[in-house]
């Protein structure tokens, strides 16, 4: 079977997601799961837009090995210089450099004249490739972008030494069948392409992401660029999970392999979705609480007959774990990190001691610790190291007679700083008790509450967007109690905040 080289950009494009944004020490867990999936290529980052994007392409280009490290450029030469010198400590370092290439964009946007971009994108190519030995090269809205120009600056790029050519559909614009002809078109096109790979980066604005990437592949491209639960800039970009199990399921006429480990990929998709606090919709494919769940009589009685009859891929080929071991007080710090470890969860030395003491309390609540809930113990963990501010009390009176009222005590460089307020209900009580203390304006956008695994004990998530300053930040929380869960979830979405102005 011919193979497909997966380029995982849930680090860079993914975190264009609205409300997306990861802290480093959440970049840097997520890089190292990704490299346990088995992704070929990590693009980590655009290093020239802030210096948090240069630190996670630094970091991550240390201490991930296995897949290749990418960074982000515009074909200009101080983006260039910034994605080498971020990614220098990487095995396998690569420039990703991109210009754009359609009409509109050239006319509108670059205000620059179609021979111009030809030389910009040539010098910048040349460029990178005299800093790193690979160099990628995408013409972005290559799908709106007249097809002799654009085959005319790939032979020029080529020329000057990238060995990957990423046809973007920039604008989720294509359909399956005229795309997949358009990469036929390139690749017959451009006299000196038997020198590079063609790869696609496919948005999902009209929702054939996948569809799209698939036609590409069935015509030629060897390169797919995906992200893990599909994130991406406005409705994201094709999910990595469900072009991999596409293959896999349809083998017989998708004839490629990737090396994806398969099993990873649930785990994969939840850590993702604790990290950013985005839940995963329960209809999603492979990933989603329903994607195997089956509801009518007609469709049980035939799984339970055989299960071919309704499923045409098993839970546990993508991870999901039928028997969802289940931990409790005794497990043991052992036991403990024995299952963190099969969940793909990779927790430092310094962190095991308190996150088993979390671990704990929650089992002394809850009896049942289900994977779930270790998911949600360790991203929480993740997103208060570090973190401005710290919830340390609270406490709420609430009554259908009586007005809802919160006290809080939140730490902040050391110091306890209370306030009390009274609002609408006691979630509303206690977020407002916050504000009085940040002092920031904040507009509540969304509030979702979630229960992670079932039983009345449960734990709840809580996930909150707050606009900030005109944009959004999501924060996540989870407990046993709900207005705990809501108040964790408020200050990580305001540590989001202070993260964000600290690095920009
Ligand atoms: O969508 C796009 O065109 C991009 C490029 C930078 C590859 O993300
Ligand atoms: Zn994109």
Do not use: W
């Not at 867990?29 to 802030?50: N, R, T, Y």
């Amino acid at each position: 079977m011919e193979r497909i080289y997966t380029f995982d950009t849930t680090l860079r494009d993914g975190e264009q997601s609205p409300g997306a944004s990861m802290s480093m020490e959440q970049k840097h867990e997520l890089a190292l799961q990704l490299a346990h999936l088995g992704v070929d290529i990590i693009e980590a980052g655009f290093p020239v837009s802030s210096p948090h994007q240069f630190k996670a392409c630094s970091v991550i280009s240390e201490s991930v090995k296995g897949p290749t490290i990418a960074a982000l450029a515009r074909t200009v030469d101080k983006d260039i210089e910034a994605a080498a010198e971020s990614i220098k400590k990487a095995d396998k370092p690569r420039i990703h450099t991109f210009i754009a290439s359609s009409p509109i964009h050239m006319e509108y946007k670059l205000k620059k004249d179609p021979e111009t971009v030809i030389e910009m994108a040539r010098t910048g190519v040349a460029k990178a490739r005299n800093l790193v030995p690979e160099v990628e090269f995408s013409p972005e809205d290559a799908t709106r972008s007249e097809l002799p120009f654009l085959c005319k600056l790939v032979e020029s790029v080529i020329d000057a030494g990238a060995t990957i050519i990423n046809i973007p559909d920039t604008v989720g614009y294509a359909v399956p069948e005229e795309f997949g002809q358009f990469i036929k078109a390139i690749m017959e096109g451009v006299p000196n392409m038997d020198k590079a790979i063609i790869s696609v980066h496919c948005h999902n604005d009209l929702g054939l992401a996948v569809a799209n990437t698939l036609s590409a592949v069935k015509n030629g491209a060897r390169q797919v660029e995906i992200t893990i639960n599909g994130i991406g800039e406005r409705a994201g970009n094709a999910a990595l999970e469900e072009f991999v199990m596409a293959m896999f399921v349809r083998k017989d006429i998708l004839p490629f392999s990737t090396g994806i480990n398969t099993k990873q990929i649930y785990n994969t998709s939840r850590l993702l979705s604790n990290i950013i606090g985005f839940p995963i919709p329960r209809n999603k494919p492979i990933v989603g609480d329903n994607a195997f769940a089956h509801e009518s009589g007609i469709h049980q009685d035939g799984v339970l007959k055989f299960r071919e009859t309704y499923e045409i891929m098993t839970p546990e080929s993508v991870g999901r774990d039928a028997s969802n071991i289940v931990l409790g007080r005794h497990s043991g710090m052992h036991g403990f990190k024995k299952r963190l470890g099969e969940l793909g969860l990779h927790v430092e030395k310094e962190e095991i001691d308190s996150l088993y003491q979390r671990f704990l309390h929650l089992s002394d609540r809850k009896k049942e610790v289900y994977d779930e809930d270790l998911f949600a113990l360790v991203s929480d963990e993740l997103g208060r190291q570090y973190a401005t501010y710290s919830l340390q009390y609270f406490n709420i009176l609430s009554g259908n007679t009586s007005v809802p009222t919160g006290t809080v005590i939140i730490e902040k460089d050391n110091k306890m700083f209370e306030e009390a307020s009274t609002g609408d209900g006691p979630v509303d009580a206690v977020f407002r008790a916050i504000d009085r203390i940040t002092e920031i304006n904040t507009t509540l956008k969304d509030y979702i509450v979630h229960a992670v695994t079932p039983g009345k004990q449960a734990m709840g998530e809580v996930t909150v967007s707050l606009d900030i300053e005109d944009r959004i930040y999501t924060g996540h929380g989870s407990s046993t109690d709900i207005i705990e869960a809501s108040a964790l979830a408020y200050v990580n979405a305001l540590n989001r905040f202070e993260t964000f102005k600290n690095n920009n």
